[in-house]
């Protein structure tokens, strides 16, 4: 990729790396509101792309004023990507039922079906975004990047500790090896398979007990 913001998503800049926004102190925002708004949003993000859509048709069709959005969020960047975020957190979850190592193969088979998806192909649009945004890019990464690799690190993590995993395998780099060869394949709009994904998986959980 044409961007590094950072080295190692598993120190102290994941803590730091949120996927909310920040807010000014006052009313407390109502959650059915804040999920609402962030569904139109990324409903818009999909239908227009980022360049697209504005602040104003997002409160428009999300029935809220500008100045909500405003209080809760402090740019169009900031709202997108959050809506974004929860929605591959939604779409690909690493999930909380079976073993840590079955959550990460469940997870590497999503991938496949999440990038030939119309969702998946938002992701692969904000990827060539970035590539000429820098200040896009730093919010991807800060906002959606870091809290998804942590995310994905501390099931890797949870293997280790049930003996599914060795102890000497990088959490990160294990997250890098199931997802980067699915993304690489379709930003280059090759065939996604949960065939090849399957294999994937094999592949990394195989050499790493070597």
Known sequence: MGF??????????????????????????????????????????????FDGVSMQQIAVEAGVSTATLYRWWDSKQAILLDAYLETTRELLPYGKRGSPLARLQKYTLRIAEFLKSDDGRVFIRLLVAIQD???????????????????????????????????????????????????????????????????????VVKASLQ
């Open 133 to 203: 945004n820098r200040n896009l890019g730093k919010a991807f990464y800060e906002n959606v990047f870091l809290p998804r690799r942590a995310e994905g690190c501390a099931v890797v993590q949870e293997a280790v500790a049930a003996g599914e995993l060795p102890d000497t395998v990088d959490p990160d780099f294990i997250i890098n090896l199931l997802t980067a060869p699915q993304i690489v394949r379709a930003l280059l709009g090759l065939e996604l398979s949960a065939k090849s994904a399957q294999t994937i998986f094999d592949f």
């Open 4 to 49: 590094t913001y950072g080295s190692d998503p598993l120190k102290a800049t994941i803590v730091r790396a949120s996927g909310s926004p920040k807010r000014a102190a006052g009313r407390p925002r109502s959650e059915k509101t804040r999920r609402a708004i962030l569904k139109t949003a990324f409903r818009l993000l999909k239908q227009d792309g």
